[in-house]
């Protein structure tokens, strides 16, 4: 008879259930991981750099601050970003907009958003707001992580200065004076990137030897006190948008090692960005008037910095084994966005400038969107090592490069 | 006898009623013999509006007619794939389908009937505006007219054949998102097609002794063309100059063949059982295909490939013939589904599920009959992947219908 009874009473239920189905969500765990103080440290990327600049909701959109969101979920603690106080940072900010070209015809472009910079913005804010658990900052080498911040010769570093805890401690000291449990660590980016941004300025790639150093160093001092972190490689330059939006199609450049000075570019060489509005406007690319140095790689030094990169990953690789660490390879994940559309909820992305959905006006940095991927993929390679259940991200939920 | 003339109008009721909620509905009853009912999967094709048309041949009644009012009310959700804490409800619009039956006997032999199902409609759609899965799709109609003349006749005392022809005017609405924004808008694609399609709709059916009957009925599939269809893109300002005019779509989008067995047996005077099985084969994939012209840089061709699964729909059915006035009837169905785990593209996803149905007929007056009935089905938890869009999940799916009809039979 009860058997009955439960019979009728389950036939019921299905019958009269109404229709707002429901699912049990799966239970996130921090496997053997301890997420309580998480601290990243990095570059333009991990402090949320994005259209040329530094401002908040471009920040509050960070991969290291969507990991920390979906940390959460697994006993992860407060996340502090050093905040800007608005949306122009510095005064940098490029926005895309309709503006009149040389030849008078409307073109979409990336301009600057305007707008004067806050003061505030420029203030030390770490005794307001401090301790950070992001500490990225934008252009940062590899050096400068364990650099105090006086004593660097980078100009970017002004940015760390704004929440330093003091003006002679460096990134990891900061990084360490918070106790973390658990960090991640993507740096190298910048020590190729600027080179191949500014070569007037005839700055030296560092060696491997170097990089190893540096980063050796970096990892021991974080293993004193963190046991437990993931650290992602270096992607390869070349493949962010800013090198590859203008095709090098019969583009003259100068090169004081060609024949009469000048040659023209082969595909495989990369123009910047930059040069767009001199070749559209100016004439420049021509015979007669070939483009400078500055506006072009050449093969010699893409053959360079692609040799860096694997030199330098491959010591993030050793060191990740070596000292038992999750690994994230960042590598891999840009260069099939540059070979092929990478999809995901049905969105393509690639390294089309502007329309790619991936990198931001800047052609260099990302946007909201692959952060949300970037997230993912440090989320993924944690789960893996530490057997742990983080929650990755709506990818979809995030946006993309905003048009006008 | 009279249960008999009076049974053929309610059932064509309860057809309606069910299969609108893309239930499988059963073979009831003595009355039906040789009626394989439609057991698809709210597909608007033949197999919704009429069942074998070798049974309009098994009435007393001389002339039929039948009336039928649904409220399908239906949700799904969506879990992202593991690790993902991310769920997402659907919010499909009640349908309200209805459907008009008649047939009439010329003679001992021959038989002739019409359905008109003026609105026949699958909808589905994810309101949520920043629903995960919106570049793939956030809602889409797919209304369907339908017109089905049939014939019956009669081979034997125990054998009948039957055939109708299906008629069908398809209307189909697919709208999505793009992912390109301003600072207050999203772009949206929606694509508009419409079609006609011709169906057929074969049966037979054989009384092999007092209390068994058996019958076999094949509806073709439709691959439904919608060819350079209507696509308006409504893109931010700044990239307006795409147009929407030179954007054209072509979809092919297929319904399935269809064969089914069924056996009815009566038990005694007062009960009749029933069991059906059905099986759903494709002939083609679903393919939704989106051309930008070349001025559009900015955005790539859009696809979507469905491959479904064959899939054999199980049901078992009961009637109880209470008196003169009350028949009640009850069953349910069992099908595995037919969706491909690599191509779970997120509409409604028919996955493994069960199905509850009961109905009630009170005859108020001689011939004059009114039909209450109320179904439930539920789709249990499928997972998979749409591959090409990098999409995943596991979906759930519960429906209800309450219906009401009319019959009239002479």
Redesign the interface.
Known sequence: MLAKLKTILFLSSILLSGCEPDMQNYKPHSGEADFSVYVAIGGSKTAGFTSNELFKSGQIVSYPNIISRQLLHVGGGEFRQPLMTDELGFGNKLVLDFVSDCHNDSVLAAVSAGGMADESNLSNIYMDFGPFHNLGVPFARISDITSRVDATQNPFLSYFSRFAQSPVSSVIEDALSIDPTFFSLWIGTSDLLLPALYPQQQMEIITKTEFDSYFTQIIMQLNQDVKQGIVATIPDITDFSYFTHIKTQNIWVTDELAEGGKRLLTSDERLLLSAETLIKCENAGSEEFPLAREYYLPETQINLLRTRVHEFNQIIKERALEYDLAYVDMYELFKSLAHSNLVYDGVAFNNKYIFGSFYSIDGLTLTPRANAIVANAFIHAANEKYKSSIPVISIAQFQSVEFP | MRYLQLLLPLLLFSIHTLTTLAIPFPNMDKSTNGTIYNISELKPDASVVWTNPAAMNNTDSVFNIALSLNAV?????F??S??????A?SDNPVLYPFQLNVSSKINSSLSLGLTVQPYNSEQFSWQEE???????IRDYNLNAMVIQPAISYRLSESVSVGAGLVITGYQLRFNRSL?????NNEARQTINGKSIKLGLNLGISAILNQYLNISLNYKSGQLIKFNDSEVSNSF????QYAGSETTSANIEWVLPENINFSATYQINEKWVTNANLAWFFYLNENKVDVKFPAIS????NFSIIGSNEPEIVYQLGVSFFASDYFTFRAGSWYSQGNTDENFLFPVLVNGPR?G?Y?DTSFMAYPGLSINIS???A??F?KSGT?S????GG?Y?????SPGLGINYSF
Do not use: C
Not at chain 2, 179 to 183: A, C, N
Not at chain 2, 396 to 400: R, W
């Open positions: 009310i239906r949700n799904s959700i879990q992202a593991e690790p993902s804490l991310y769920q409800i920043n629903w995960t899965g919106r570049f793939l992912p390109l924004r301003d600072i931010p300002g700044s990239l840089d900015f955005m790539s069960i509850l009961g109320i179904a439930s539920y789709f938890k749409y090409p869009g990098n999409f596991s759930k799916t519960l429906a209800f």
